[in-house]
Antibody, heavy 117, light 110 residues
Framework: EVQLVESGGGLVQPGGSLRLSCAVS????????MHWVRQAPGKGLVWVSR????????DYADSVKGRFTISRDNAKNTVNLQMNSLRVEDTAVYYC??????????WGQGTLVTVSS | QSALTQPASVSGSPGQSITISCTGT?????????VSWYQQHPGKAPKLMIY???NRPSGVSNRFSGSKSGNTASLTISGLQAEDEADYYC??????????FGTGTKVTVL
């Protein structure tokens, strides 16, 4: 069974940092692109970032470029999102997702990040 | 990258068919067949319903179907059921090597 489990969310002050992790199981992690998608409370889904199967290619949404860094550890089956210079508008549930072709076929349950003073 | 445009809400009676549109540009929806659709119930993670414009993952009801014409993709739900009441989002790959989601549509079963 494919499983993705996010962790690391919490309350942080504006300007602070947080590191999210997503532990996966049930598939050959090193064969897939992995993505982060977020959803602000009561709002829609927003794509955040992606990383290729071997960790050599990354892409980011303009809204997080220069502040967020995606990485992965294929030995530990984890994908991470380092979030720096956090803003109030970064408050959201953050989902990690596996992508096959052009679709997000498996999602984690999400972890809530709240940026507030 | 601006969100793809979806109607805010669509409703229908049980057994009816409804269609949700998803309008983008030639740099996303119109330029690639990487259009997918997701169902999200309150408090839950999204679930893939349609991938590559028209394909259904294993386990998804054949009441769900997808299509595309130009810069607009569509999701049709036929034989509407109470369990279909949820939020629906489209998504597309873009020419910037990023992804973009739609604004979301709330489906209400009357």
């Amino acid at each position: 069974e494919v499983q993705l489990v996010e962790s690391g969310g919490g309350l942080v002050q504006p300007g602070g940092s947080l590191r999210l992790s997503c532990a996966v199981s049930g598939f050959t992690f090193s064969s897939y692109w992995m993505h982060w998608v977020r959803q602000a409370p009561g709002k829609g889904l927003v794509w955040v970032s992606r990383i290729n199967s071997i960790g050599t290619t990354t892409d980011y949404a303009d809204s997080v470029k220069g502040r967020f860094t995606i990485s992965r550890d294929n030995a530990k089956n984890t994908v991470n999102l380092q979030m720096n210079s956090l803003r109030v508008e970064d408050t959201a549930v953050y989902y990690c997702a596996r992508v096959v072709g052009g679709s997000f076929d498996n999602w984690g349950q999400g972890t809530l990040v709240t940026v507030s003073s | 990258q601006s969100a793809l445009t979806q109607p805010a809400s669509v409703s229908g009676s049980p057994g009816q068919s409804i269609t949700i549109s998803c309008t983008g540009t030639s740099s996303d929806v119109g330029g690639y067949n990487y259009v997918s659709w997701y169902q999200q119930h309150p408090g839950k993670a999204p679930k893939l319903m349609i991938y590559d414009v028209t394909n259904r993952p294993s386990g998804v009801s054949n009441r769900f179907s997808g299509s595309k014409s130009g810069n607009t993709a569509s999701l049709t739900i036929s034989g509407l059921q109470a369990e279909d009441e949820a939020d629906y989002y489209c998504s597309s790959f873009t020419s910037s090597s990023t992804f973009v989601f739609g604004t979301g549509t709330k489906v209400t079963v009357l």
